[in-house]
T-cell receptor, first 115, second 114 residues
C-alpha cells in the first residue's frame, strides 16, 4: 500500500521568508511518481511539479524548488522569498506505475503568508 | 484550451435524495478520475476510467455510489439515498494514460446533505 505523510498541518510565515513543506512517502514499488499540487482559496487544485522515481535531480522553478531524496523517502518543497499569493493548501501525492494510477494524497499543509 | 469542467458547482440536498454530479474532461484525455475531499478524510480516490477498460471502483465507499462514463468523455457520479457523511467536495480529474500523465483537476462540486 502507498502512503503520503505531510506532518505539517499549518505553517504561518511573514512575507519574504523562506519556507519548506515536508513530504514523506511510502511504497514498495520501484517505479512511481511524486507530485505537488497547490489548492488556493478558490479551491481548484493546480499542478506544480512531478518527479519519477529514477530521477533524483532537484529542480528549481523561479522561487520554487524541490528536493527529492529516495534514501529518506522524502520530496520536500521550498518556497523562497514567500509572497502573500503563495497562501494556499499544498498537497504532496504519489502514484505508482500501472494499475489505475490513482493519486494517493497527503493530508495537505496549509500555508499562510502574512504581509 | 478548456480545462476540466464540473457541474453543478454547488448542490444542496436532503438526506435520502439521489444526486448526480457531472464532469467534462479535457478533450483528448483518455483517463478520468473522481476524488472526494472532506475535512476529516482529506483527498480520497473514488473511481477511475480508462478508455473502454473496466473502471477501477476500488475507492467507492459504498454501493450507494456509482459512476459511468459515456462515449469515453463525460462522466456522471451518482449518489443514491444521500447521507450527511456524503457532504464533501467532489473533484474530477483527467489525464493522458500512462507515462507522466499528470492529472488536471476541475473546480469541484460542493455537496451538502442536510
Amino acid at each position: 500500500a502507498q502512503k503520503v505523510t505531510q506532518a505539517q498541518t499549518e505553517i504561518s510565515v511573514v512575507e519574504k521568508e523562506d519556507v519548506t513543506l515536508d513530504c514523506v512517502y511510502e511504497t514498495r514499488d520501484t517505479t512511481y511518481y511524486l507530485f505537488w499540487y497547490k489548492q488556493p482559496p478558490s479551491g481548484e487544485l493546480v499542478f506544480l511539479i512531478r518527479r519519477n522515481s529514477f530521477d533524483e535531480q532537484n529542480e528549481i522553478s523561479g522561487r520554487y524548488s524541490w528536493n527529492f531524496q529516495k534514501s529518506t523517502s522524502s520530496f520536500n518543497f521550498t518556497i523562497t522569498a514567500s509572497q502573500v499569493v503563495d497562501s494556499a493548501v499544498y498537497f504532496c501525492a504519489l502514484r505508482v506505475q500501472g494499475g489505475s494510477e490513482k493519486l494517493v494524497f497527503g493530508k495537505g499543509t496549509k500555508l499562510t503568508v502574512n504581509p | 484550451g478548456a480545462g476540466v469542467s464540473q457541474s453543478p458547482s454547488n448542490k444542496v440536498t436532503e438526506k435520502g435524495k439521489d444526486v448526480e454530479l457531472r464532469c467534462d474532461p479535457i478533450s483528448g484525455h483518455t483517463a478520468l478520475y473522481w476524488y472526494r475531499q472532506s475535512l476529516g478524510q482529506g483527498l480520497e480516490f473514488l473511481i477511475y476510467f480508462q478508455g473502454n477498460s473496466a473502471p477501477d471502483k476500488s475507492g467507492l465507499p459504498s454501493d450507494r455510489f456509482s459512476a459511468e462514463r459515456t462515449g469515453g468523455s463525460v462522466s456522471t457520479l451518482t449518489i443514491q439515498r444521500t447521507q450527511q457523511e456524503d457532504s464533501a467536495v467532489y473533484l474530477c480529474a483527467s489525464s493522458w494514460r500512462g507515462g507522466w500523465g499528470e492529472q488536471f483537476f476541475g473546480p469541484g462540486t460542493r455537496l451538502t446533505v442536510l
